[in-house]
């Protein structure tokens, strides 16, 4: 059975200085893997969609990696704003048409 | 892309009611998937609901509790049935055609 883990829980920085939130999943079997952003009552955004033959995508200050042979994948938010403040989840797929099993995901809050 | 429009956006409820939530897509889709979150939680699937058959539901979700619709390929309801204080959550609905959209959610309150 996939599981996937975030670490950590939460996290709180001053404005500028730059995120890296870490995903691990412990099935390296997986199709795509996607971050999302969920504001407080909220539903999901869409971030970033990493493919299984992908290393990284990129998106204005979005950066996530993939590493499949470890089961880890981790996104890189440059320069910080109070705007970022939200939770990120990361899911992964394991195969196409398979159900999303999502990470606990993390809180951020950037300080101004 | 997809977008998903979800209504009601959140509702206070009385125990023993049912609430009803919408989810329409603005392009067809063959699988869309209702999800919860209760407070302070990740997301757990209830159940997938393809046009033109029965919802398949995840272990410990059933269609009493809650019943699901796809009358079309752009359109699907999730009703919570009979409902109790620890019905309290975010519910939503989602599609997938290779990277999974999500709507904004209903915020339902159980009092």
Redesign the interface.
């Known amino acids: 059975k996939q599981e996937v883990t975030q670490i950590p829980a939460a996290l709180s920085v001053p404005e500028g200085e730059n995120l890296v939130l870490n995903c691990s999943f412990t099935d390296s079997a997986i199709y795509n893997l996607q971050w999302f952003r969920q504001d407080p009552g909220k539903g999901l955004t869409s971030l970033l969609l990493i493919q299984s033959s992908q290393r990284e995508q990129t998106s204005g200050r979005l950066n996530a990696s993939l590493d499949k042979s470890s089961g880890r994948s981790t996104l890189y938010i440059a320069a910080s704003q109070p705007g970022d403040s939200a939770t990120y989840l990361c899911a992964v797929y394991k195969a196409a048409g398979n159900k999303l099993t999502f990470g606990g995901g993390t809180r951020v809050l950037v300080k101004p | 892309s997809a977008v998903?429009s979800?209504k009601p956006s959140?509702d206070i409820c009385q125990r023993g009611t049912s609430l009803t939530i919408q989810c329409q897509v603005d392009s067809q889709v063959t699988?869309m998937?209702w999800y919860r979150q209760q407070p302070g939680?990740?997301?757990t699937?209830i159940a997938?609901a393809n046009q033109g058959s029965e919802a398949t539901y995840?272990s410990g979700f059933v269609i009493d509790k809650f019943p699901i619709s796809r009358p079309n390929l752009t359109f699907s309801t999730l009703t919570v049935s009979n409902m109790s204080p620890e019905d309290s959550s975010?519910y939503?609905c989602?599609v997938?055609d290779?990277?999974?959209?999500?709507?904004?959610?209903t915020?339902l309150t159980v009092v």
Do not use: D
């Open positions: 998903i979800q959140r699988m998937f939680q990740s997301l699937l997938t995840e975010i939503l989602s997938r290779f990277e999974a959209f999500f709507g904004q959610g915020r």
